[in-house]
């Protein structure tokens, strides 16, 4: 009836009913289907760290996030703690008011800097504080028209079936309004907190914490997800702090002796068993429970909506432990293999790498059938591009000529570990050496292209790096047949797990941020991947480059010829890659010549799209579109040109809009081609060619790692050399930095002793 | 009177009201001394994305800064937009409310999905809004103990004499008793808005904009400081999001012409324009005003506070126009003048060293006076540690092997840039190098040592590097002479702007976020140092160590004499270095044997604090201190000691407890010891020779840049080539990737050709 509508003050938007699950999920990625919620919020979250007023930003915050959840059409509900720090605030502002007025009457002073305030008892506290806190609630949770209503209870009312039928057909009833019901302890009520006792038999709530309150209830409504907010991070193996103690992402009621639980915390009933305790309770009760830190602050803008959509954020609770490992179990199973792997002979490397190369052509049979899979289920959901299902698509010839790569790999890369750079005697009898090591624990994302995979297994075999490949779900079959030849191949030399492919579950987010697990991730696919994956890992080096706007600079003194097939081929011969050009920068006097006349006559027949740069434009008196920016990347039959006086010009140009990747003079003048290949900084750079040379392949480092615009580590088109680092190696004889001393014995030779010079890449023509 | 103290809801906690200023502060650094602060929120501040609710999150975090600007006694003002978008919300719920009842009773449906809400009158809703907003700033600031008080006026007030004299003393009275005043304007009453009339004339405050009321009363209640944030960065000197648009950090009312205007924003009166114009009207009255943004997430928890801290948000509005350029401008300049220095002859590099090493003793006198001023103010206010004094000075030898330090540099660094490190002819007449370039621009931050300024300079003179240096204040007047010098040496090829020396009253943090405009960070100094430059470089790459946890392991076929030499140097050489010995691991064989004894009674006489591991703790029966953890950096006359089973155990532990620095074994088995130095994975590994040793002087890489425990680019003790990259040049006669194609007439060739070998560091025995 309307009369309730009004009263109740509810939007009259409801929504369904209905839940997704009766049981809790079993992993991460299921919680986004959760449709009843109850936020937990612990007292450490919803007060200020002295305890005495509340965290007003983390609240606004988590109702936003709420809110937002609720317009999603989820079912939310929030156990809060929090009344008694609000109150305490309030009681201690009128005992100061009250003692000041006392003190005023009686002696006039009014300096009360140090009048001392009297212990304020919790339940006092918690009562006083109540109606404010519920004012504060509201008032928030209005600016995202939702509507809040107060419940308070104690964990007795569990235990009269009568009140529990009443509370839950409350609280129904809220939700079915729409309602956020907001539940808090009746704290005034309640009697005195025995610690321990909780869930175990006669059963209190003690006012500090209220996690079993909180999983009680979720398992009475029957709710999907329980998050419980306090000042952890989630559940660690061993106490935080201690040296081995590692975050779970993933807990099983069956781990539960691999647990050593700390001291508790100095809230003492709300440690961390009775959390776990709460959360396995409502685990078996069918609902899902997420523990984590919601005072964080990098995380709490996000904390909630973060977990609802499946990352990584503290500790998730399963029923359903699933038959792998996790990617933090992957990564260190990886790095171990990836030692022994790197402990191998060179020719043990390349054993291994030839023996993938035999199975892609002998076993592939089952990966076209893999393929065939993918291939029709990326047709049927009709979600790819024709573009990327032919770079999904496999088949015998492009197994062959892969095949043929890495037996090219595996000859090319024979003494990559292991090399020594440079060897020095430092002394008498102390012999120092550079040597060449890999990197350690790779990981490689790619987009659709199943055939990364191989090509991507034997550059880190050979280079002796441990890998975790994560590949799309559109190559989720062929993938997985990949990976298992490139195991068969690493078991030969028993370093199977030297190479792991990360389920399709994961999120590349989660990924980048297993600092001090992964040295270096190295995006393959489009440039949006590799943006977003620069921005997601920030202490995780990337090798990549995002941008590639390259220009081709044509000098007065350039020849015909030259300027228009280099301008043709950078252009037109693959628009899309980062490599193509995207500004063409022209000598002023061309403008007038035939030779401008032929450039533009080509784009025209190439049907590339023109735009003026600024000074271009001023020079025509009918001018194609001018450029929005001059830092464009077309990455299409698009490009800019732009005029120059002269060639310092085009430098000062390239070095203000460019990407610092490829960039090109087309010019007889030698003197001014040496220039401009000195001047100019960019990774590539240029004379008389097409900047669509600036690649692996093409510039013969046999098989390609990527391109890289950063400036250090690896430049330019990278091959196995960015796979690999150093290390140094010192031989003595008991010698001390003592001994050279001005009282010492020694003094230093620094000798350099010559070492065997190895042709990089000893590839030979293909 | 009492009363009124009790009316007014203050707290008693009143401070001295001493204005610290009377007119605008001339560099940021100064805001800390802000008494008086007016922060002006604009409506974008204070409302959400969609304009019909408030932006809880932000308001609360801006609560909180000025609660605890407040608490440091400084007098806070708030003037708020807000009221419009409060009461849209509230308006617009009542509305829908009375809509519903009415359809409701004349059709009986309630499905009121579509419902149409009228356009709401923004007067009204500024009238039904602003007690909301008020109680919702006093609810916020109550829980800071802070009390509030509410300001409503127009423009107009300030016009008549008496209402502004009003108006000031009841500010006044409020800010004596340390009440919030919150200021808003009178939208209720207010004429309807005239565009670009503000500040000009007739005067009327438009609704969305208060910007000039803002600067209006913050030089009417002659504030210190004005704060106005909206949801631009702050000024820019072209139109925002165009190619050359460039944030501001300083604006000073003489650089007005150099500014262009975009169009307006979507507020129109908001317009960047007049937020200038009152920004200088202020500042003309004696208030120095920074704007910024208040809606970026990211910065939003401290924008306030960092503005005041003198940290480089939005742009400030200085009167005072400093003498020299702005670190920007410096960082320009020396980018320009280091590409000028890269492609000088290597000879010439030379000359600007051996020039600076000549400087150095012919003009000592000035240095060591230089020098003597600093270490007389170090002195006289006594903040410096005897060991950091002995740092600071500088004595005539000192100079001498400094200079003679700069010539070896310049002998070590001949061909340091432009060294061809690989060529390969990709095809006939296609050749293509790899030649060795500077990384460019170097930010080097440096503490109390000053010689390190001409080390650092001769490092990237060499290799042609620009470079920008930033000291200690306490070596001010000798890093300026030193700097000098430098500049002098660099004049003689014109390149004086390479190396330029940052202000000391740039903050460390700010510099480290100058991405896209410096490449490398080389912090050298304490560990502490290099933490927090790591933590605040986040996007540029820091080439240094944090930590230092270096083992010894001694084998069971260890030496004895060896053991105890190498244990010795190890740990007591130098304790507070990084390649010291923090851990000590036995092999258990060891424990009952007179070569441990020996090994604890040498420690014990040289007074080495023993921390005893969990495993060696359960050998003894009368155990020293277990470790707190086996990560523990010493860094002093104290060590661990842990016992292992075998090699390979002493290769797990490091694994897992080292820092990847440097460790080593001490054994006279050849097979153990290269089975050791083969799988310890760490920058350096040592055999029978102390850890000392991993040293870039000692190495022999000549001038030591710092030691990397990083992975990518340098690793270990890092010489010249840390501050190198490289560049592909390619020179064709205009070859095209088609050439090569299917339908092609080429072929690639990947011919490597020889390069000429150069001894890499050809330094001689020193």
Known sequence: NNYQLIWSNVPFFTVPLARAHGKSFAHRSELRQAKRIVVKLGSAVVTRGDECGLALGRLASIVEQVAVLQNQCR???????????????????????????????HSGQNQLKDMSLPVLEARACAAAGQSGLMALYEAMFTQYSTCTAQILVTNLDFHDDQKRRNLNSTLHELLRMNIVPIINTNDAVVPPPEPNSDLQG???????????????????????????????????????????AKLLDTFYPGDQHSITYGTKSRVGIGGMEAKVKAALWALQGGTSVVIANGTHPKVTGHVITDIVEGKKVGTFFSEVKPAGPTVEQQTEMARSAGRTLASL???????????????????????????????????????????????????????????????????SSQDSVGRV?????????????????????????????????????????????ALLLKGGKEAANTNRILHELAQEALSIHGVNDAIQLVSTREEVEDLCR??????????????????????????????????????????????????????????????????????LLVHRDLLRTPLFDQIIDMMRTEHVKIHAGPKFASYLTFSPSEVKSLRTEYGDLECCIEVVDSMLE????????????????????????????????????????????????????????????????????????????TKWVLRGEGHTAADFSEQGSMTYLHENLPVAQVLPGRRTTS
Chains 1, 2 share one sequence.
Request: proline share 3%.
């Open 650 to 725: 085009a430098v000062d140009h390239i070095h203000k809009y460019g990407s610092s990747h490829t960039d090109v003079i087309v010019t007889e003048n030698e003197d001014t081609a040496e220039q401009f290949l000195q001047q100019l900084d960019s990774a590539c750079v240029f004379w008389n060619a097409s900047s669509r040379f600036a690649d692996g392949y093409r510039f013969g480092l046999g098989a390609e790692v990527g391109i890289s615009t950063a400036r250090i580590h690896a430049r330019g088109p990278v091959g196995l050399e960015g796979l690999l680092t």
């Open 345 to 411: 002979e060179s020719e043990q490397r390349s054993d291994i790498i030839c023996t993938l190369a035999d199975l892609l052509t002998e076993r592939k049979d089952e990966i076209l059938s893999a393929n065939k899979k993918d291939m029709e289920h990326a047709v049927s959901t009709g979600r790819l591009s024709p573009a990327m299902l032919k770079r999904l698509s496999l088949s015998s010839s492009k197994l062959n000529s892969l095949s043929i790569g890495l037996r090219q790999i595996a000859v």
């Open 75 to 105: 079912e939310m509900m929030i156990v809060t703690s929090g009344a008694v720090a609000f109150g305490k605030q309030r009681l201690r502002h009128e005992i100061l008011l009250s003692q000041s007025v006392r003190q005023a009457l």
């Open 514 to 583: 297993l600092e001090k697990m992964i040295d270096l991730i190295i995006p393959r696919g489009s440039s949006q991947l590799v943006r977003d994956i620069q921005r997601a890992a920030k202490s995780i080096p990337v090798l990549g480059h995002s941008e590639g706007i390259c220009h081709v600079y044509v000098d007065h003194e350039a020849s015909v010829d030259k300027a228009i097939k280099i301008i043709r081929d950078s252009k037109c011969d693959y628009p899309a890659a980062c490599n193509a050009m995207e500004t």
């Open 202 to 244: 006669v059963n209190v709530i003690s006012i500090k914490d209220n996690d079993s309150l909180a999983a009680r209830l979720a398992v009475e409504m029957r709710a999907d997800l329980l998050i419980a907010l306090s000042d952890v991070e989630g559940l660690y193996d061993s106490p935080p702090g201690s040296d081995d």
């Open 421 to 465: 750079l440079r060897r020095t005697r430092v002394a008498n009898k102390l012999e120092l050496e550079q040597i060449t090591v890999p990197i350690g624990v790779l990981l490689v994302i790619f987009e659709s292209r199943p055939d990364c995979l191989p090509q991507v297994s034997a550059l880190a075999i050979a280079s002796g790096n």
